[in-house]
Structure formats: C-alpha cells, structure tokens
C-alpha cells in the first residue's frame, strides 16, 4: 500500500464519518475534510475527472457551511 492509498482511504472514512453525523454544520466540515483527501489521491492517480468531482464537492460543501453559518446569527 502506497502513501496517496492512505490519503484515499482516510478520505472515504472521514466523509463516512460526516454521513453519520447529526449535526449539519459539522458535516459539512467532514465533508470538506474528506473531499482534501480524496482530492490528493486523486491528484497522485492523475485523475482529472475524478479531481474535478471533488473541487465541486468541496465547493458545494463550503458554499452550504457558508449557508449555515449566515442563518444562525
């Protein structure tokens, strides 16, 4: 097992993990977090498809973290 298949698999548990939380704020955060790592293994594969899936994801992410934080005074 390589480096960058660690990054992958970190990646995939810490969105897992965001699946699994209640609160929507911290998902978000997961989500994002997640979305770093499977960018990097993406980026060690050479996967440009697979990259552009997750700048969107991480874009849609930050763009609803941003959401929420602008509703709750």
């Known amino acids: 097992m390589q480096y960058f298949d660690i990054l992958g698999i970190i990646g995939l548990l810490i969105i897992s993990i965001g699946v699994l939380v209640r609160k929507r704020k911290d998902e978000e955060y997961y989500f994002i977090t997640g979305s770093v790592f499977l960018f990097l293994y993406s980026f060690s594969l050479n996967n440009y498809i697979f990259m552009i ?4 994801f991480m874009a849609a992410s930050g763009y609803e973290l941003y959401r929420l934080k602008k509703k709750k005074p």
């Open 53 to 56: 899936l997750q700048i969107v």
